[in-house]
């Protein structure tokens, strides 16, 4: 089978898995209600079907694939019902600061004070790609309502000076 053939059967497959966690979160009971909830889970499942298709291979990678959208559903459902408007923007702003400014190995801080929701982005790594482009591996950890939820992520700085996370 040649690479375009397997990349498209493998878009296809991963397009059906996206489908099935949208199928979840529209079934949540009360996710007319809870618009954050049902956008965390949709934005978890293509960053999770993402992060699953960077291992295995063959049949190994979509199950990666299957794994990594399932399981960034539900963390991104569980975000969404608790991060309002105010804390997502406190979390992006220190997102942005702490990619373009932070060194290595520092972390940064934001709190909502009236959510009392924080969290913190520690870069790791830093790179620059083939054609240019800086990117930098992080990890990152959001507290809600006593409970943290911790993952790794990469970003890439673009033409516009904003970082925009890549897996």
Request: charged share 25%; proline share 2%; aromatic share 6%.
């Amino acid at each position: 089978m040649n690479r375009s053939r397997t990349f498209r059967a493998m878009a296809r497959r991963t397009a059906g898995v996206a489908a099935a966690a949208l199928i979840v979160a529209g079934c949540q009971s009360g996710a007319k209600d809870n618009q954050k909830q049902t956008l965390g889970t949709i934005l978890g499942a293509g960053v999770g079907a993402l992060a699953g298709s960077q291992f295995g291979g063959g049949k190994g990678k979509l199950a990666a694939v299957a794994v990594g959208a399932l399981a960034g559903a539900w963390l991104g459902g569980e975000l969404g019902k608790s991060l309002d408007a105010a804390d997502r923007a406190y979390m992006e702003r220190n997102t942005q600061d702490g990619l373009e400014y932070s060194k290595n190995g520092t972390k940064t801080t934001w709190k909502n004070p009236d959510s009392g929701h924080s969290g913190t982005i520690t870069p790791k790594q830093t790179y620059r790609k083939a054609d240019g482009q800086y990117c930098r591996e992080f990890e990152q950890t959001v507290y809600v309502d006593g409970k943290e939820e911790a993952a790794v992520g990469r970003a890439c700085r673009q033409p516009d000076g904003t970082w925009k996370i890549v897996g």
